[in-house]
């Protein structure tokens, strides 16, 4: 007679069946991984397109004094040159933010450095304002499609290294930054043309390197969490969105309050205006060194940690900028801490609200918003309460900033 419990043991163990429910459970990726940028050429060329589009930025303003004699304009009316190119910044924004995922990631970022060298060169060779303002709006046309496409495509095409990566991107928009003024400085406003003409030859070998950006659409995916569910109600995605641009409009408020107002303050507090200038330059340095200097941490800490740090440390910093023998250490610490929340947040952002595909051009357009109404913004609210009120202005602001990272990491609960 056979031992059916014997015969048992040795017949080998069938596989248990699949079980759906299990792996539903199981937490899907942060970031698919595809290779958006299928060349290291390609990676390099953004990060130049980005020194390209820091410069272009801060061009305009060293070029005013040229600007008025030669059109015979108000310094109210020279001004209008940057504000057109962030008129054209928001509108390439939202205009290529309506192109993704329907034309080829290499066409629009081709036709967005065109637009932007184009505009440079028309910049340059104009004959009259109106003109000269119409070039304006068309260079930030290019300006607005290459920074919200390549922040897009940094920001889900390098799975958990995109933070440290866009770090490194908006770093070099700090490089360009710092050297625009440079080239103006050395050729004489009077020799704008020649420094516009020059930049927009510069941005046409960057097409050659576009053969290395795929056209595959990448969209970010994200662990659901108790906070937010599958098919978790509008109301909560449109609380955490409103959240988002607000940290983002007032972070870029504080960035430019600080770049505008700190050589006004240093000056009223008793430095000398070659102290405050320098300590102004040394600001913006230190907002470049800060995102090198995240990049490697943002591959050890989270996103919330980095962001939560830096409100803190911006809004101490400011406050210790209302000390006067403090004010322009202070500062250069504001630059520091500042520098990650830019780029940081856009990943946090797709993981946060991976469903809401126009979430990063809403910020990112909002940021550039945030840009031109802060100067006016900023100075009637210092016409009603004086220039040494700035650090303590900006340092609420900061403190909104940080009040609003922690209620985004306890309304979105991502890892």
Known sequence: ?????????????????????AHATTPTPVFTTPAVFTTTPAVVASCVGFVLIGALQALYGP????????FGLSPSAAGLALSAHFVGGVAGVLL??????????????GLSYLLMATGAAAFALAPTWPLAL?????????????????????????????????????AHFGIGAILGPVLIGAAGADRYPAVFLAFALVTLPLLLCLRGVSDKTVHPTATLTPADPEGAPTAALRSVLTVFVTLYVLHVAIEAGVGGWEPTHLETIGYGAGLAATATSVYWLMM???????APLALRFSAQTIITVSCAGMTASLLLAAIPPLAPYAYAAVGLFIAPIFPTGLPWLHRAAPHARRAGALVIAASMAGGVTAGPTLGKVIEWSGVNAVPLLLAAASATCLAATRWLIRSTKAH
Do not use: C, K, W
């Open 1 to 21: 007679m056979t031992d059916h419990s014997t015969q048992q043991r040795r017949t080998p163990p069938r596989p248990a069946p699949m079980d759906a429910s």
């Open 63 to 70: 070029a005013i004094p040229a600007l008025r004699e030669e």
């Open 134 to 170: 119409t070039a304006a709006l068309l260079a930030g046309l290019g300006f607005g499609g290459i920074d919200y496409g390549l922040n897009q495509l940094f920001a889900t095409g390098f799975g958990h290294r995109s933070t440290a990566m866009l770090n490194i991107l908006n």
């Open 288 to 294: 470049t060194v800060g995102r090198f200097l995240v």
């Open 96 to 109: 290529f933010d309506r192109r993704y995922g329907r034309t080829g990631n290499r066409r629009i970022l």
